[in-house]
């Protein structure tokens, strides 16, 4: 080796030696605190653990009941939706045999109602008719019966009324 070699690796030895004292004696008068604080530090991870383990327990319990609420609410809007269901077929036979009562009682009532129209017209028309008839008789026996066979007819109903008193 040459001397500069040799000078440049003494200078730096010296420097050296005084880190490696440096950070050993740093290194033994913190063994204490680095020992507390690992310790520390340990049993708060610990902790930390410990409470998000009962943490996670926790919500696994409130996810089961709330999964068990779910369950139940979910049977409970069927039962619902089946009743509904059960409900609107029940009114939808109700009023469909409503409707079929109130139908044949209108078609009774109709036809009886049609029974008496006709009766009422066949009772006017046979009043029509013969009053009909008197008047076309009344006209014929008025454009036919002469002068003698009036006098004729008040002779006989004369003595027709004198012979009833």
């Known amino acids: 080796m040459d001397h500069s070699a040799a000078a440049s ?12 004292i440096l950070v050993g004696t740093i290194f033994y008068t913190t063994r204490e605190q680095r020992k507390s604080f690992v310790k520390d530090r340990h049993f708060k991870l610990r902790d930390e653990v410990e409470n998000v383990s009962r ?8 996810y089961n009941e709330f999964s068990a609420k779910m369950k ?3 049977a409970e809007v069927e039962a ?9 077929e029940f009114m939808k036979a109700k009023v469909l045999s409503e409707a079929k009562r109130l139908a044949t009682a209108i078609v009774s009532d109709a036809k009886t109602s049609t029974d008496g129209l006709f009766q009422d017209l066949r009772s006017d028309l ?8 008197i008047d076309r008789a009344e006209g014929i026996l008025r454009d036919r019966l002469t002068a ?12 027709q009324l004198g012979a009833s008193r």
Do not use: Y
């Open 55 to 62: 943490q996670l327990k926790e919500a696994q319990v409130k």
């Open 9 to 20: 690796i003494s200078t730096l030895f010296w420097p050296a030696v005084n880190l490696s």
């Open 72 to 74: 139940a609410i979910e």
């Open 126 to 133: 046979r009043t029509d008719m013969a009053n009909w008839v």
């Open 148 to 159: 003698d066979d009036r006098a004729k007819i008040r002779s006989e109903f004369s003595q």
């Open 80 to 88: 619902i939706r089946d009743q509904a269901q059960g409900d609107a």
